[in-house]
């Protein structure tokens, strides 16, 4: 019996690991952060700040770009984060791996979006900026909901990703 279409175009194998070769190698090491980072802040599964974590703890040139526009000094902004999202109770060494049993719902929903918006761009695979403009674009993105604390809307947030993307596109 063949698999829907829907089911052979999905971000994840039936047996519920990431299908990596939709994945550059940028977007591969950061989401390989976001799940050290989130057994490091005590999290038993992977959760949208820690995909951001992720992307600024091994940023590629379009995600330095951006935070450049955005003033901001990305390692400092990793320890924020890390400081934020770290609990005191929970295993020090949750077992976390490339899975879709191991994502929130949130992880799972920006995943596909960023496959989506990856295709659409007519690019065969995700990029650390999908990754970045999906997590800012998101309805009630906690990582967009931070930085509006501060004065940065997601709006201003996603116009300076897009930006930065286009600029690291240049040659």
Same mark, same amino acid.
């Given at each position: &019996? /063949? %698999?829907?279409?829907?089911?052979?175009?999905?971000?994840?194998?039936?047996?519920?690991? #990431?299908?990596? @070769? !939709?994945?550059?190698?940028?977007?591969?090491?950061?989401?390989?952060?976001?799940?050290?980072?989130?057994?490091?802040?005590?999290?038993?599964?992977?959760?949208?700040?820690?995909?951001? &974590? /992720? %992307?600024?703890?091994?940023?590629?040139?379009?995600?330095?770009?951006?935070?450049?526009? #955005?003033?901001? @000094? !990305?390692?400092?902004?990793?320890?924020?984060?890390q400081?934020?999202?770290?609990?005191?109770?929970?295993?020090?060494?949750?077992?976390?791996?490339?899975n879709?049993?191991?994502?929130?719902?949130?992880?799972?929903?920006?995943?596909?979006?960023?496959?989506?918006?990856?295709?659409?761009?007519?690019?065969?695979y995700?990029?650390?900026?999908?990754?970045?403009?999906?997590?800012?674009?998101?309805?009630?993105?906690?990582?967009?909901?931070?930085?509006?604390?501060?004065?940065?809307?997601?709006?201003?947030?996603?116009?300076?990703?897009?930006?930065?993307?286009?600029?690291?596109?240049?040659?």
């Amino acid at each position: &019996m /063949g %698999l829907p279409d829907e089911a052979g175009d999905d971000i994840f194998l039936p047996s519920g690991l #990431l299908r990596v @070769d !939709l994945f550059c190698e940028a977007a591969l090491a950061a989401l390989a952060e976001s799940i050290r980072l989130a057994r490091e802040t005590r999290w038993d599964n992977l959760r949208s700040p820690h995909v951001f &974590m /992720g %992307l600024l703890a091994v940023p590629d040139p379009g995600v330095r770009n951006w935070g450049e526009r #955005l003033q901001a @000094d !990305l390692p400092r902004l990793l320890e924020q984060f890390q400081e934020l999202f770290h609990q005191e109770e929970g295993e020090r060494e949750p077992l976390l791996l490339l899975n879709r049993e191991f994502f929130s719902d949130n992880v799972i929903r920006l995943l596909r979006e960023a496959w989506h918006r990856a295709r659409e761009n007519g690019r065969p695979y995700v990029t650390p900026m999908d990754l970045l403009i999906c997590l800012l674009t998101s309805t009630h993105s906690i990582v967009a909901e931070c930085f509006e604390r501060i004065g940065f809307t997601a709006a201003k947030l996603t116009e300076l990703a897009v930006i930065a993307e286009h600029a690291s596109d240049e040659p």
